[in-house]
């Protein structure tokens, strides 16, 4: 992974570029002269899913079934009109599916060919989703990428993995932590991990090393 | 294709190796690419199963040394080149040097957000009844398409079932090539740990993966 942090603004001059800066530069120059892109558009994608879409409206999704029995029937039944209920959707979520955790199995979403994951609720997946690692682990050693994300289980837990080789986007129902009884639907969503959503973490716990801090809502 | 992306029980890739309080996007150059990504599928010059194969059409060697928005920019240039859109030396210069061809639709930041927010739904209207039914014993296919396809090899030969009858969708191995969304239906098939990966499947464990019925015979 390249993590190009000198020279980062794009509205520097050419000198400045590094190899990749000028031939996204150049491509941008080119795609809008020939009238293809308009750089206000990518402006606003950029903004929706850098600063709008992201897991605190996963998060929003299980505080409500955790709260409402009927929402969590509708939403492991059918999830994406439950979603659209709370607002939720589009891109990359068209064909929602939620799968639950339960004493007895623990889920694990990847998508071992590319990259698919659902944005509405997610929002864009971290690079480690995407990589080799846990594209070729995922499926092979469920258990051992748990480990490595702090999460151990009982040896009697079922582990299901769901590849998304389809338009199917996978989002785990984490179960509700004990002693939360008197939280409000709020403070539950703040609770809610984004790895909880993925299922390489549980809500509202202490990972080995602290590397998914629990989500802040938005203002 | 047999490629690089196919990733699913592979060795030698080490850890999961998450980043503390990781950002959407590593670089500005990222956040161009994405977009620009977005905003070329978005003029209808090619479609999303299309950019999946021009991704891991990128020889192997490089698919795996390339980080995930470095695929996605080869791959967009090399999608820009084949639709003529612009010429490879056009995208050098960053210039035009001759016209546009024209496009569909080109998006623009005028209700990008909603239009973001609904989606670009792939589930079709069935034309035929499925062929399988929850709990039908299959096997996916044996098969080595050179050309786009869905089916991880992991599965490829082994016996599953069917979990859940997703519906009918289009079908990325015509749909990635141009040849039309033939809608077919799509079903969750489950796997044990064991017949995919015998004696180091984890007991009890299930992978499942989203399969379109040409992928499946009766077992």
């Known amino acids: 992974m390249s993590h190009d942090h000198a020279h980062h603004d794009h509205q520097h001059h050419g000198s400045d570029l590094s190899p990749v800066e000028a031939r996204v530069r150049a491509l941008e120059s080119l795609l809008t ?24 409206a996963g998060a929003r999704v299980v505080a409500r079934a955790w709260v409402d029995p009927g929402f969590r029937a509708r939403l492991l039944s059918d999830a994406t009109p439950a979603i659209a209920e709370l607002g939720i959707g589009g891109r990359g979520g068209e064909h929602m599916v939620v799968v639950e955790n339960t004493s007895e199995t623990h889920n694990l979403v990847v998508c071992t060919l590319c990259s698919c994951y659902p944005w509405p609720v997610l929002g864009l997946p971290p690079v480690w989703y995407k990589a080799p690692p846990y594209r070729a682990r995922a499926v092979i050693d469920p258990r051992g990428v748990l480990a490595e994300f702090g999460v151990r289980l009982p040896d009697t837990t079922r582990i299901v993995v769901w590849d998304s080789t389809a338009e199917t986007r996978y989002m785990v129902l984490p179960m509700r932590p004990a002693g939360t009884e008197g939280l409000s639907e709020e403070d539950l969503a703040a609770l809610v991990t984004r790895d909880a959503m993925i299922g390489t973490g549980l809500p509202g716990s202490v990972p080995a090393s602290p590397l998914d801090s629990p989500l802040e809502m938005p203002a | 294709m047999n490629g690089a992306q196919d990733l699913g029980g592979a060795h030698g890739f080490g850890p999961v190796v998450p980043e503390r309080d990781e950002p959407v996007f590593h670089a500005a150059w990222e956040r161009r690419v994405f977009a620009m990504a977005l905003a070329m599928g978005y003029t209808g010059a090619w479609n999303l199963d299309g950019s999946r194969a021009a991704r891991e059409s990128l020889p192997p060697a490089q698919y795996l040394a390339s980080s995930y928005y470095e695929i996605w920019l080869a791959a967009l240039e090399k999608q820009v080149a084949d639709s003529g859109l612009a010429t490879p030396g056009e ?33 079709r209207e069935p034309e035929s009844p499925a ?19 869905r089916l991880p090899r992991y599965v490829r030969g082994r016996r599953g079932r069917i979990e859940r009858i997703d519906g009918v969708f289009v079908y990325p191995d015509t749909s990635a090539h141009g040849a039309g969304e033939n809608p077919t239906w799509l079903y969750t098939v489950g796997f044990t740990a064991r017949e995919l990966w015998g004696e180091s499947g984890d007991p009890g464990g299930l992978v499942t993966v989203a399969a379109f019925e040409p992928y499946l015979e009766p077992a």
Do not use: C, Q, W
């Open chain 2, 131 to 149: 062929r399988f039914a929850v709990g039908d014993a299959v096997i996916a296919r044996n098969m080595h398409p050179t050309g786009h396809t």
């Open chain 2, 91 to 123: 995208m050098a210069a960053g210039r035009a040097s001759a016209p546009a061809k024209p496009v569909a639709r080109v998006l623009s930041a005028d209700g990008l957000e909603a239009r973001f927010r609904t989606g670009f739904p792939s589930s």
């Open chain 1, 33 to 56: 002269e020939k009238g293809y892109i308009d750089p206000a558009a990518l402006d606003a994608l950029v903004e929706l899913y850098e600063t709008k879409v992201g897991p605190h």
